[in-house]
């Protein structure tokens, strides 16, 4: 049986979804949009995630032990990405990886908790056997185990866009300096934490370093480039948190 907690938890979700795509609709028209969506948005996400972050972690205590386990919890990190971004000029890619997990915690949602209520159950695989799911939930079942793999590795090489481009624009002032550091931070936990991100950097790298030393570029460009790998493992084998058990609501 639902909670109230649980209804709230999907609810923000829901508002993520709806603030999301019309924000992202307007975006991708290049129509203007008022930034109260992009507000909304991640209010839904805030929601989400304090209510999975207050049921993980419990009662904050006043100690490094939960600190440290809190910091260590993929949905505080998350969580507190969100408050980063909510109270920050709109930044539209730091969106998508939100949008993502919204869906398919909204379709879970929809298939376990309002389904059953609306549909009527298919009957049971054997007789005196408990009652199937409706067709429907099943086929929605199906389609979110067939693509969860598929939408994770889109979110990691979307968060190394969201990088690019908060990095770039603080080069052109377009972002405060503060960005890229935010988010360099947060990604030096997810390459330790995450199999899809450390993916997508392996991806990056080479795609990166065969376009560098490109024959029809000086080799400047591919020295240049070595030199900035080197400083970034020598930065991202710095102490890392260790996780707690991986998951993402």
């Not at 260590?72 to 990190?77: I, L, Y």
């Not at 920050?88 to 869906?103: D, G, W």
């Not at 159950?121 to 079942?141: I, V, Y």
Request: glycine share 4%; with cysteine.
């Amino acid at each position: 049986m639902a909670t109230t907690q649980h209804y709230l938890w999907a609810g923000g979700h829901f508002l993520l979804l709806l603030s999301g795509f019309r924000y992202l609709l307007a975006w991708i028209m290049f129509k203007s949009v008022s930034s109260w969506w992009y507000k909304a948005s991640f209010l839904g996400a805030l929601m989400s995630y304090f209510i999975v972050c207050q049921k993980a972690l419990g009662t904050p205590q006043p100690s490094m032990a939960y600190v440290r386990r809190a910091l260590a919890d993929e949905n505080v990190q998350y969580f507190l990405l969100a408050i980063f971004w909510w109270t920050s000029r709109p930044i539209t890619f730091a969106l998508l990886p939100y949008f993502v997990f919204s869906l398919f915690h909204a379709l879970t949602f929809t298939r376990t908790t309002l389904m059953p209520q609306f549909l009527p159950p298919g009957p049971p695989l054997a007789a005196g056997g408990p009652p199937q799911p409706h067709p429907l939930a099943k086929k929605l079942h199906l389609w979110v185990k067939a693509n969860y793999d598929t939408a994770m590795r889109v979110v990691a090489i979307t968060e190394l866009v969201i990088f690019a481009r908060v990095v770039f624009g603080a080069l052109l002032f377009r972002n405060s300096l503060m960005m890229p550091l935010v988010f360099a931070n947060f990604l030096h936990q997810r390459y330790f934490h995450s199999q899809f991100t450390r993916d997508a950097v392996t991806l990056a790298d080479k795609r990166i370093t065969d376009l560098s030393n490109h024959p029809s570029l000086p080799p400047v460009v591919g020295q240049v480039w070595m030199r900035a790998r080197e400083l970034v493992a020598k930065w991202g084998g710095s102490a890392v948190i260790e996780p707690a058990a991986a998951r993402r609501d």
